[in-house]
């Protein structure tokens, strides 16, 4: 973490001090302290000796005087804390006013207002954790469903990080290697030969592609997926969009074209969130208002994530259904109101009115969102757009290095791509980056962590 530090301003050695519970009435509330004089300022916001590592110690809080409030205190010592640093946990009763007195406390007993994730990147800047694992705690606290708590906790637990951080040992090895040839070229020393180093190229690519291929499945675990209902006016897009949310969301009547503007719900489908978005029926209209809606609906489908295709039983599929799903290859296509005339045989239907098949389209909905989008457990995946351009540029790299090692190019020149692949997978973890992208990072995070 070399890189970082010489990079790091003084700021970061400052003592800061911010909630680390939301700020709303609770049980309980949070204070957390961190830097060279945290333990100092327990020590006076208490005015007795500093508790025993690691052990929660009830102590009075005051400050000139006044008593603020009973809180339990627990210190820890640099390094053994989440950021490596000095650190203490004032855990007080839930009450903002009392919080923010707390903070008014410390700050002038020495501490400052922590930044937007100023604790997480300490814990970084001291090695504590990697920028992926970093990225994962904030995740993890915006997690909404079970799936996107799993993949954070698996990228929080280092697979990714494991995964890549060993692939850069391996490409250094062949560096170092290459290098030393380099020194010696004179002498005729041979430290690693062409098999060896094409061999680890070979398998460090196709690594890195299969992780670079977890990019839209990590994506989608990560920030949810877009499922638009499609179809012709009375097909009944309302009324499954009504039963997906668990509500009356969309007007439903019998007269075609009351759905006009786009309608947006959030649920949980397959383990992660998708947006059900409700749509105008298409058809070719001579009213303004409605047109722009069909407009709309068209729109909406193509950068969708999932179609489900809505037919009506009763009328059955036209030229304008078979029309319209050519556009969409892996629609869903359902066929709705089964309780007045049957689906097609071995086609997918339902009746919203009866709750016939709706289980059938339930569990289809589910293993399909689940099958297409989510990772899988365990395994190293990547979820945002930094971490996807670290790895293409790692296999852009490697791709160079590969072609000159087939074509007999010296050893300079397949070093120095072998480097920049190196150094794409160090910025991806954190051992080499700026301090720009430290704050790009970081500014997301709430206040507190």
Known sequence: MNELFSEATSSLFDTIVAPATSQVRSALAIVRLDGPESLHIVNTLTESDVPPERRAVLRAIRHRGVLIDEAMVTCYHAPRSFTGNDMAELTLH???LLVDLVIRAAVESGARIAEPGEFTERAVLNGKLDLVQAESVHDLIASRTKLQARLSLDNLEGSLSSETRTLRERLLFVISRLEAALDFA???Y???TAAEVAETLGTTLDI??????????GRATREGLLAVILGQPNAGKSSLMNMLCGSERAIVTELPGTTRDLLRETIEVGGLPVTITDTAGLRESQDAV?????????RAAAAADIVIYLVDSIRGMDEVDRNELRGYGEALLVFTKTDLAPAPEGGLGLSVTTGLGVDRFLKLFDREV??????AEGSPTIVNERQREAIGECEAALESASDAARQGMNEEILTAELYRAANALGALTGAITRQDVLHEIFAKFCIGK
């Open 208 to 217: 890195i592609r299969s992780i670079r291929s977890t990019y839209e499945r």
């Open 94 to 96: 839930g009450n903002p």
């Open 370 to 375: 689940a099958g297409r989008f989510a990772p």
């Open 186 to 188: 004179e002498e005729g």
């Open 190 to 192: 041979e430290f690693i």
């Open 290 to 298: 409605e047109t722009i809606g069909v407009e709309r609906a068209r």
